[in-house]
């Protein structure tokens, strides 16, 4: 269970850091507007909001790598609850608001990470 804990928390962060890609670097672009099912017109108005956005998964993203390689087990434990917790919470509030495959894309994953972390322990 433990591996299993650790490739989940791994897969969340890389999926934050794939969307920090896409908000902060790719936005305007045809994949980053495929992603978010943007116009050209709402890519360009809206560019500078999506970095902003962009950089928060980073910081998600940054917090569980730090959580997979904290060197004292019971931080690292400590670590990986919070930042899953954020990941959920921001998924939650995402699907609410935003769109709801949110839901299946963030919070899910998050979720399935968060139960497997505490299963692990």
């Known amino acids: 269970?433990?591996?299993l804990a650790l490739i989940l928390v791994a897969l969340?962060?890389?999926e934050h850091i794939t969307?920090?890609?896409l908000e902060m670097f790719l936005w305007?672009?045809?994949r980053g507007m495929r992603a978010f099912n943007l116009s050209r017109e709402q890519a360009e108005s809206t560019k500078v909001m999506a970095a902003?956005?962009?950089l928060y998964n980073g910081f998600l993203a940054a917090g569980l790598i730090w959580a997979?390689?904290?060197p004292d087990a019971a931080v690292a434990f400590q670590l990986k609850l919070?930042?899953?917790a954020c990941v959920v919470v921001a998924g939650l509030y995402g699907g609410a608001t935003a769109s709801r495959k949110i839901l299946f894309i963030q919070a899910l994953?998050?979720?399935l990470a968060m139960i497997a972390v505490i299963a692990a322990r």
Do not use: K, R
Request: glycine share 4%.
């Open 109 to 111: 994953p998050a979720a």
């Open 82 to 84: 919070f930042f899953l």
């Open 12 to 14: 969340v962060a890389l």
């Open 68 to 70: 997979l390689i904290h």
């Open 28 to 30: 305007t672009s045809p």
């Open 19 to 21: 969307i920090l890609v």
């Open 1 to 3: 269970m433990a591996v």
């Open 52 to 54: 902003n956005q962009g």
